[in-house]
């Protein structure tokens, strides 16, 4: 990590939080094997176990494969099989054999649609299995870019459509920001693991529809929701407003972690030797200023909340884990690419709430979901299934901006 904009008394540069952040992500990948089942993993409840009768889930499995593939990448023994196990189940019942593309459980022609949510993740675990040279993850790669670009790229619209039916027709009317979030994040990975920058292009053309045409324009409030023209959807999910994946109004969360994955695509970019745009930098600092303004304290106690309405008043009041720690990750970012105080002091009050609030030193992982009064619940997410948001936060911050994380690792390994 390049640490030249760094004050010296940065938590960035302190052994103690380093070995503090090493120790935590070890104990998360520890609680996080239970969830392995024959045919990849499964949820965990809140006691770290799986449920009697227990399914792999095709999204758990692909995070999993990721997070044991970058802890195969730091080092750690044992993890690399966890990492093949995911790679294998990825590439048995779970994919399509008919149709091509996954299900989103093994054998899932019940839940038969075709999700870009999903396949991105599928895409990401693809790349970070290659990097961990897992055996099945350059095959599993190709099988995922190939569905991307056959189906989900649309080049006239810069993004990826939303879902198909299992056979790939009636495609939704619906375009979602969620989705191509985590597709930037994915294309930053393909383009370090082809060496192709289309996939860096592809990204940047995604946050700039995304982020600097809708996102600026709306006071740095990320929209989530849009037709198949790209026109906003304010009121899309009204009557469901903590949907897991498409909940109403704006995600605070969401605003973070773009702000991180700007960062990354504009350090990307330059490492290609590509123009990063001078907007990637001012957009981060927007979204991450609005949402900790905003959503921090919202209704009075600390913490984020899950969703705000279109007047900035609180819908679901849940804190929930992933946002806090990509509160974090986003703060490291920003705090090593500016060097500027205010970062800093944002990184340590968001560990001091995760360390006060989510950490389960008994139970072991983190909490999930708090309700308003800091409480352990489980209305949107039960259990603790999610290694993934955790395990990164806990990452970031020892790397730098670029290369993507299994290539950063992978070359801190090697140095």
């Not at 009204?238 to 994946?245: G, L």
């Not at 504009?266 to 200023?289: I, V, Y």
Request: aromatic share 10%; charged share 15%; with cysteine.
């Amino acid at each position: 990590m390049n640490t030249l904009n760094l004050p010296p008394t940065s938590w960035l540069n302190a052994p103690a939080h380093s070995n503090w952040r090493q120790a935590e992500a070890q104990r998360l990948l520890h609680f996080a094997k239970a969830a392995k089942l024959p045919d990849g993993f499964g949820n965990l409840d809140a006691n770290g176990q799986l449920a009697p009768g227990a399914r792999a889930e095709t999204m758990n499995t692909a995070r999993m494969t990721h997070c044991f593939a970058l802890a195969h990448l730091q080092g750690i023994p044992g993890c690399l099989a966890y990492a093949e196990h995911g790679v294998a189940a990825l590439r048995g019942a779970m994919q399509d054999a008919s149709y091509g593309g996954w299900f989103a459980h093994p054998g899932g022609q019940e839940d038969s649609g075709k999700a870009a949510y999903l396949h991105a993740f599928v895409a990401l675990a693809a790349s970070s299995a290659v990097v961990a040279d897992a055996v099945g993850g350059r095959a599993l790669l190709a099988d995922a870019v190939q569905v991307i670009e056959t189906y989900f790229w649309s080049e006239a619209e810069g993004a990826l459509r939303e879902t198909f039916s299992r056979a790939w027709q009636l495609p939704e009317p619906y375009r979602g920001a969620n989705s191509n979030m985590h597709a930037t994040e994915a294309f930053l990975a393909l383009a370090d693991v082809t060496g192709n920058s289309l996939w860096l292009q592809r990204a940047l053309r995604i946050a700039e529809r995304i982020i600097h045409t809708h996102a600026a324009a709306n006071g740095y409030r990320v929209i989530e929701h849009f037709d198949a023209h790209w026109q906003p959807l304010p009121d899309y999910n009204h009557e469901h407003p903590a949907d897991h994946f498409r909940p109403y109004g704006t995600t605070p969360g969401h605003a973070l972690e773009w702000a991180r994955l700007l960062l990354h695509l504009e350090a990307s970019l330059e490492q290609a030797g590509l123009q990063a745009p001078q907007w990637l930098q001012g957009c981060a600092r927007g979204l991450f200023e609005t949402a900790c303004q905003q959503a921090w304290n919202a209704d009075g106690k600390p913490g984020f909340v899950y969703t705000l309405d279109w007047v900035n008043r609180p819908v679901v009041h849940a804190r929930l884990h992933w946002v806090h720690a990509e509160a974090c990750a986003a703060a490291a970012a920003l705090l090593q690419r500016t060097g500027e105080a205010q970062y800093e002091q944002w990184y340590r009050n968001c560990w001091g709430f995760i360390a006060n609030h989510f950490i389960d030193a008994v139970g072991g992982s983190w909490h999930h979901e708090l309700d308003a009064r800091t409480r352990p619940a489980g209305t949107i997410w039960p259990g603790k299934p999610d290694l993934y948001h955790a395990y990164q936060a806990l990452l970031l911050p020892g790397l730098r901006l670029a290369p993507s994380l299994a290539s950063n690792l992978a070359g801190n390994v090697t140095r």
